[in-house]
């Protein structure tokens, strides 16, 4: 994992019944309870009835459509890390291959549940020579993600507004209601009604019959009679098999969010205020009440049974303070 100045060598109603919480074992989260052996807590969904877009708030799926080419090669840039202050390319552990539930390394702390492998390998790679590697088995709700808080300089400020990019790898495509790859969480920005409360960003796909498509999800820790916020926006753009660059921007204070893929320059996906749906009781239009970014995680975990088996490899992830693109097209 590279950082500015060093290597460390040593971190979605549609039939869905609500999802949960997307944090880490340890952290101040809602939702219910933990998934079994994991040690991490459960869900992070979304979905809900309709929403609605445009106004001075909702969400928008940019131009849609299929999942296009494959967004890269087993190649990348030179140095995928440019200064930023949160860089992993995966290529520093040398003695870590499989990974385990609870390990540590790097900035990196593992949540694994049994169904799931996740390790570092070779087999695609968008530079140097390893990836993370998370496999999900078919008809089971399981994934493995790594986690990272603490000392690193993207967390010095708690920032309210971090960019980020990083590919990923996918085949087999298998599909579920809803599964994850990327989120940041903490305490909900100063600034808001929701201050004491843990909030998520989550970068996700929400499928349901659908293959599986870019999404972003939104949860808020439950405060007395207000409950967990499980709420969600869907892209029209299918995640394809094989290579794609996303990039985003996640704006806490102004509730913006942004998801772009492959380097173009309209995004994907539109958040503005709020999603277009929530698991009941919270209202659709609730607004996204973004964290004071505390802790991230990387990874692939499917809160729903899959519909078949899931392989996905990321690599070069770079968090910044500063835009984050991918290369152009």
């Known amino acids: 994992m590279r950082s500015v100045v060093s290597v460390l060598a040593v971190g979605m109603a549609i039939a869905m019944g609500g999802c949960g919480s997307d944090d880490e074992p340890g952290g101040a989260t809602g939702g219910s309870g933990g998934a079994a052996g994991s040690g991490a807590a459960s869900s992070g969904g979304a979905g809900g009835t309709g929403g609605s877009s445009g106004g001075s708030g909702g969400a928008t799926g940019g131009a849609g459509g299929s999942a296009g080419s494959d967004g890269g090669v087993d190649a990348g840039p030179p140095d995928p890390c440019g200064g930023a202050l949160f860089c992993e390319t995966f290529d520093d552990y040398p003695a870590v291959s499989d990974i385990s539930d609870k390990q540590l390394f790097g900035p990196w702390r593992a949540a694994l549940t049994a169904g799931a492998t996740m390790k570092l390998d070779g087999t695609h790679t968008s530079s140097g020579a390893s990836a993370l590697h998370v496999h999900v088995d078919d008809v089971v709700k399981a994934g493995g993600r790594l986690f ?182």
């Open 148 to 329: 990272a808080d603490g000392n690193e300089p993207i967390f010095k400020d708690t920032p309210t507004h971090v960019y980020g990019r990083l590919r990923m790898y996918i085949d087999p495509n298998g599909t579920s209601v809803h599964w994850t790859f990327f989120g940041v969480s903490g305490d909900a920005e100063p600034s808001s009604p929701a201050v004491g409360r843990n909030a998520q960003y989550i970068l996700s796909s929400l499928a349901g019959n659908s293959p599986n498509t870019y999404s972003f999800v939104y949860g808020l820790q439950a405060q007395g009679s207000d409950g967990y916020h499980d709420c969600s926006s869907k892209s029209k753009t299918e995640m394809p098999t094989g290579w794609a660059c996303i990039s985003f921007e996640l704006d806490s204070v102004a509730r913006k969010l942004r998801m772009y893929k492959d380097g173009a320059t309209d995004p994907i996906l539109s958040v503005d205020d709020h999603g277009n749906g929530c698991v009941a009781p919270t209202d659709k239009t609730s607004p996204w009440y973004g964290p004071a970014v505390s802790r991230l995680f990387v990874g692939a975990w499917s809160f729903h049974e899959m519909k078949g088996p899931l392989d996905v490899w990321i690599d070069d992830l770079v968090v910044d303070t500063k835009p984050v693109a991918c290369p152009a097209p």
